[in-house]
């Protein structure tokens, strides 16, 4: 597919001159600077940009490039790289379009960089009130917008060739416990938006707002409310402060308009007295009927009924078909913080195969006044930027950590709005403190092969189609395996740390692949050095 | 209204007394804006008059609308002008150069009319000078506001009579009857309750009525913003009490030092946060404000919760030293008694907002320094 040719610059440039007068019709303006609903359809395909935040709408961070190989790797070099003004954690999913990557930062800055020479072609600098870890995913690129949901609850609407503000709209209900941290998805004319909350006192939620004004199309609770069914899986009121928050990304299978989501812990995190029952949808996946006016549930799967350890299944939802028993099959896999691995029928939810990728320990227990060890901690497991799937291997690869936590809750827990709503506090980490990047053969659900990492590993997959998987490291290193063997075949040190997941994209002839790397924020391990080059972009290719 | 009629007929009032006498040069304000309302009426009772007779000829019309120029180019637009030439703004400024506009409107459409050769353009020009002076007047709008020289008249120092008795509206009457002021607005009438007659003038608007101790008072619609005004006057004469002081120098000294070793990797050295929260300035103190967070919850954030990868293992010395940090970053004053180490039923009264009187060494970011 050409992108950057003059016509479409044209057009770009006409665009920018339509808005200034504010007559043009949508549609007239979005040719060009942003993906269209064509191109987000057919993303899966589509080696010559990144235009959802895991490449496509299955959520799997696959890309069918081919010049970068096993043989080939040794001589990737950083070409460029941007430091980020705003230093923190860093999470963000690159999108690359039109030449352009566009990136945030933990506090919600939006940088667009020329892909080729890492050139800062606009910054959006938000900066809100932060209620919680600051933590950003990245940004929806649609409509000729950028769209970026903040700290502080709004959506933001920024023209995607100036960065100037569009418009600017407060989408959750409370402003004292709800927030965004995932990045926007565009599908069919929405924008599909999830709320955090799960450990401040909301519950959660998926939206979708209209990416022209930011009004709201729908809404789907992730607690059923009175007469839902589900409902009586809260004792009492318990379920107005259930949690199950949408922190992360989501998987859509089109052909059918399912939605697939894996829904946050409930709240209070370590008390479960005050929530008797298995706390629906909380640690669920769900498969929403989004075809309709309003979302309708097709099915849910309970990882962890009750959870009193925020072991929430935080990893994105990959939608892939896989062979099962010599049988292709349409498979979803999940993850969560207590270090299971999943993979389910994506038709009906039904379980396919589990494997426990952590260290597990203490599993059966309640946080109680004394304290209790359990294993995972709550940064355990396998955290928010999840796996990747290989069609030809048929292997799934996802990092994940293991670290045990010492748990005390004092049996009773307040409100306070604003604050944590924990029912005890964030468990004490008592080690080891290690990762793995796990290899899973989704026929068997045994493992193909694991390297051990010293410290946990977080940074997510990436898998191009010559057998190369890659992932970065907290100690800034980032690393392409063979994916066969489980071979490290390369290793470059970025300079800080890595919690985000990489992209890869071809442009004049060349594959490169982009990952984000910064501070460790939350995810600091004594066994960390504190040595760190600050946030930044890097991006790699061959000479 | 009727309520409100039975009350003043309660207190023997008189409503609707003497029309105020048509103003000499020098006059107070009161009396030339009186002197203007009465221009305004007699402006109006002159075409209106003409409008009622049975005349076919134009000639009564026109030497009413002749007569009606003379009342109000002459009088009113003279005498609105005369209050509005002296100062650049008084609370009835706006107001009456809303109405002198509407005057000067008045004229010209009545020059029109003695223009016009058919009956009904003459009317129509009448009526559009009617309009005029009415505005002019003033009407009751949609809040119970009158606009106008009337609106002025009741709202204002205008409408306070020469000789009457006026005192600060700040404050509860020291004598009656007494007009209550504050910045030349007018607040309130307060007269004795009681048999006794008192005359108000015609155009004295009174929005509430009340009775307060032994005194009517009649409340003008200009009472909101006058309690308003006094308010803000308070707070800007009385210096703000300052923060109680919860902790000593040495306290927050150690607590810096236990901060920069636990929390600052995750709140910062310049505690704006970094993966976490800021925790002291403006965005944190304007958070804690809207979210209504006491000491207490404070304490219980820091003492139950962090530092985040190992709760509760400083400390309650240590805690109190944190604490102690915190609040002097966060401007709170120091002082001899130490932050406790324990809680305190009273740290549940006490709210986290930016503390009064301040002066932040750090103005962009809203922190103090520990010194």
Redesign the interface.
Known sequence: MIRSNGWKRLLAAAALLSLASAVAPATVRAQGSTPTEQDFMHASTDTSSWILPAHDYSGNRYAALTQITPKNVLELKRVWKYQLSD???TETAPIVWNGTIYVTS?HDHVYALDAQTGKLKWEYSDNP???????NRGIALTDGNVYIATLDGHLVALNAETGKKVWDKVEVADT?NSFFTMAPVPYKGMLLLGVSNGDWGGIGNISAFDPKDGHRIWQWNTVPGPGEPGHDTWSGDSWKRGGAAVWSGVAIDPATNTLYMSLGNPQPDFLGTVRKGANLYSNSMVALDISGAKPTLKWHYQFIPHDTHDWDPAMPPVLFTGKVNGHEEKLVAAADKAGNFWILDAATGRLVHKAVVSYQQGQGTEPDAAGNIACPNTNGGVEFNGGAFDPQTNVFYVPSVSECGLW?S?GRV?Y?????Y?GG?????VGPNTGDFNAINVSTGRFAWRYNFNLPAVGGALVTSTGLVFTGELNGDFDAFDAESGRLMWRYDTGSTIEAPPSAFMMGGKEYVVVASG????Q??PELSKKNDGSMISVFALP | MLRTLALVAAAGLLLGGAAPAPAASGSSDHDTAAAALADVRAAITTIVSAENSTATSPVPYHRAARRAIAIVDGGAVARVNHLLDRRATEPWTATLEGANANLLGAVASLRQALRERQMEDYQLDVTTALADLEMALGRTSQTGVLGGLRGAFSTTTLGVPDGGRVVSACGPPSAVPAYGTIDGRLAYLALPLGPARVTVGPDFGVQRLAVVGHRLMLYTAAADESAALCRKVAAASDPPPAAAALYTLAQAKAGEAIFADKCVACHGVNLQGTAAPAVAGTAFLSGAKQNTWSLSDLRAIVVDNMPFSDPGSLTPKQYAEVMAFLLASNCYPAGTTPFPEHGQASFAAIAIAPPPGAHPDNAALGTCTVR
């Open positions: 230093d923190a954690p933990a009130h932060v209620i919680a870890f600051a933590a004292s005390k004092p307040t306070i709005a604003g604050q944590f924990l506090s964030f468990p004490k980490l501070q460790p924020g939350n600091m391990v």
